[in-house]
């Protein structure tokens, strides 16, 4: 009989506080407390007896059980309009308590009489209140083998006699007590009793249905408070929207419970900790609380039926330049323009990703603003011409220009959802993508052919309508290079590590350097010169000036051997530079618009450089392509080269050739 029970949860509950989810146990005793609706319980699971037990009978309609009856506590017998069992600490010395709301009854306990196990010399295996294990004997005790029909049937491979015996034993009780057979899940009851709105911490007990908009990935922090993995997500209804915390520490991992949680999917939700919000930089909800996961959270679902929809409060772009930084706003755009897919090294020497996405819409005759996707969301994106709606961007200010961003933990959108917003906007944008997907002046970088040369006049032009950085390759050649600061000393750890911060010198030893990461006294061995070059670009249309870092493709030689090179002889220093200037080459750039003293300025870096083969495939093809243009010049103005002054452009010749 003793098999019944479950032995090891109420031991977990008075140690680490762990809420069971289903466990069978007895009642050795109880004790009614003020008016009777609640019930102190003492259980018993085979291996310990627990005093902390609370039955609530506020709402429910189970009768008290009797001393020894045989009870189960599982969510899955739980009546959807009852709270789920929890594990609350009380005290000061860590004492849990499990309060009860429901249980389902096993054996009355005017039929068992005893306690489970009391004469028994093993339960599950494991002897119990030190007595010495006595020989159990081969056979099935009587009661048992007096009915034949519930013998189990013959194997191949007999167990042992153990074994067969507690099968036995396990079988017939089953029919003898009348236990319940397996049940399925119940309907899960979609009603919840509050709104996310309502949430904060004087409410005793609450049911959400909500809907999953973000979910983070697991990471893992360490502190000096903490060390563990954490994991977050925003949950919605149509009230508003809340975060949701999830922490594995002192041996519990409620990130792997989180983390089942599918986005876009609708759950019922209970039992999560309310505490107000610790850092607003971080909770972009704009709630004043944020939830904890517990032993004591309930999630349920997906829910199929009536699921939560995502809710919006648009805003139009043009109000954006009103908007102060921070502020969490509703968006519903056009994807314009799909900039390139950035890698690069943070200050902080983290490896980041982004991206930067054109969106407009019809406010004011026609508004438009950059959108920053990081990490995944912006290796991912592929929405080239789409209608979105985005949830939760956050405003940005960068060089005195407006913009929005996506990602690390905030923010999410959805391509084309079925809102009227949506349509109008479809209608408005379907007029302007003949127009703009044809303007020189609108070039589209998501539109633009890989390899394609551009000219510097082109990259100016699309800057004056879009500030954002673009990588862009050009055939120029520079007409100066400036001979001042062409190098600076940058740290370059021995253990192997990228740090290439200027480094100056300390200031109690000249011979040692301090670099901005913070590292000091380093000696010459642990740095390097690096370019840092100024050049000035031009091509057929245009000229800029831009800075070069990897210079040594231009002068065939490194920072350090062309340092050298100058203190040994300034001429031949100045030889090798003039051999570099008016020497045309393919240069990769990137190029975006800056404020500095309140005024907007171009800043062109060179990324890479290649010396330039006519006879090679993008030679061939940058020369059909000037071709093209100029014929196609012709057309529109009428008149022939030859006609205007005198001399004969053959462009048809170079397509054929």
């Not at 519930?150 to 167990?159: G, T």
């Not at 042992?160 to 049940?183: E, I």
């Not at 911490?201 to 249905?209: A, F, H, I, Q, S």
């Given at each position: 009989m003793e098999s019944l029970l479950t032995p090891g949860p109420l031991g977990r509950i008075m140690e680490e506080g762990e809420r069971p989810d289903n466990m069978t146990v007895q009642v050795l005793g109880l004790k009614g407390i003020g008016d009777g609706n609640k019930i102190r319980l003492l259980l018993w699971d085979g291996v310990k007896e627990y005093k902390h037990a609370v039955l609530d009978l506020s709402g429910s309609t189970v009768p008290s059980p009797d001393k020894f009856s045989i009870v189960r506590v599982s969510d899955m017998d739980r009546p959807a309009n009852l709270m789920a069992h929890n594990v609350k600490e009380v005290g000061e010395k860590k004492t849990f308590a499990l309060v009860l709301y429901h249980y389902t009854m096993v054996k009355e306990g005017a039929l068992v009489k005893v306690r489970l196990g009391a004469n028994a010399s093993q339960v599950n295996g494991h002897s119990q209140f030190?007595?010495?294990?006595?020989?159990?004997?081969?056979?099935?005790?009587?009661?048992?083998?007096?009915?034949?029909?519930?013998?189990?049937?013959?194997?191949?491979?007999?167990?042992?006699?153990?074994?067969?015996?507690?099968?036995?034993?396990?079988?017939?009780?089953?029919?003898?007590?009348?236990?319940?057979?397996?049940?399925?899940?119940?309907?899960?009851?979609?009603?919840?009793?509050?709104?996310?709105?309502?949430?904060?911490?004087?409410?005793?007990?609450?049911?959400?249905?909500?809907?999953?908009?973000?979910?983070?990935?697991?990471?893992?922090?360490?502190?000096?408070r903490f060390t563990g993995s954490v994991q977050d997500c925003v949950i919605s209804d149509q009230s508003g929207s809340i975060k949701v915390n999830a922490w594995d520490s002192n041996g519990r991992e409620d990130t792997s419970h989180l983390d089942k949680l599918e986005v876009g999917s609708t759950y019922m939700l209970e039992g999560l900790q309310v505490k107000p919000v610790h850092n607003p930089k971080y909770n972009t909800t704009g709630h004043n609380y944020e939830l904890t996961w517990s032993q004591n959270t309930v999630a349920s679902g997906p829910v199929t039926d009536t699921p939560v929809r995502q809710s919006y409060k648009f805003v139009p772009i043009s109000s954006l330049e009103d908007t102060e930084a921070g502020t969490v706003v509703d968006l519903v755009a056009w994807v314009r323009e799909v900039g390139d897919l950035i890698q690069f090294r943070s200050k902080a020497e983290k490896d980041l990703k982004k991206r930067e996405i054109v969106l407009a819409d019809n406010s004011k005759g026609g508004s438009s603003v950059n959108l920053v996707l990081w990490a995944e969301q912006a290796e991912q994106f592929s929405c080239q011409d789409a209608i979105i709606a985005l949830k939760g961007a956050k405003v940005a200010e960068y060089n005195g220009t407006k913009n929005i961003s996506l990602g690390f933990g905030h923010g999410t959108f959805e391509v084309a959802p079925e809102l009227p917003e949506v349509e109008e906007l479809e209608e408005w944008a379907r007029g302007l993508r003949g127009v703009v997907g044809h303007s020189g002046t609108q070039l589209s970088q998501g539109n633009r052919v890989a390899g394609d040369w551009s000219t510097l006049q082109e990259i100016k032009e699309l800057l004056a309508e879009n500030r954002s950085e673009k990588r862009f390759t050009v055939l120029a050649c520079p007409i100066k290079i400036k001979t001042d600061n062409m190098w600076y000393r940058a740290h370059q750890p021995r253990d192997g590590k990228k740090c290439l911060k200027k480094v100056t010198e300390n200031s109690s030893n000249p011979e040692l350097f301090d670099c901005r990461c913070g590292d000091k006294k380093l000696s010459e061995g642990e740095t390097e010169l690096r370019y840092i070059v100024n050049i000035c670009l031009a091509d057929c249309t245009s000229w800029v000036w831009a800075t070069m870092f990897s210079a040594s493709s231009l002068f065939n030689m490194t920072a350090q051997e062309l340092h050298d090179l100058r203190i040994v002889s300034e001429h031949d220093f100045l030889e090798l530079v003039n051999k570099a200037q008016f020497s045309e080459a393919v240069f990769t750039m990137t190029a975006k618009v800056e404020t500095y003293n309140q005024a907007p300025q171009l800043k062109f870096n060179i990324q890479d450089m290649d010396h330039l083969e006519w006879g090679e495939e993008g030679g061939r093809d940058h020369i059909k392509r000037r071709w093209r243009e100029v014929m196609m010049l012709e057309e529109e103005l009428g008149v022939s080269h030859e006609e205007e002054f005198g001399i004969a452009v053959t462009g048809a010749a170079a397509f054929s050739n």
């Open positions: 030190g007595a010495t294990p006595s020989p159990q004997p081969r056979s099935t005790p009587p009661t048992v083998s007096s009915t034949p029909s519930l013998r189990p049937p013959p194997s191949k491979i007999a167990p042992s006699p153990t074994n067969l015996s507690r099968q036995n034993v396990k079988r017939n009780l089953d029919s003898t007590f009348d236990a319940p057979a397996p049940k399925r899940s119940p309907p899960i009851d979609s009603n919840p009793t509050h709104q996310v709105a309502d949430v904060n911490p004087y409410l005793n007990r609450y049911k959400l249905k909500v809907r999953v908009d973000n979910k983070s990935p697991v990471k893992k922090l360490q502190t000096q």
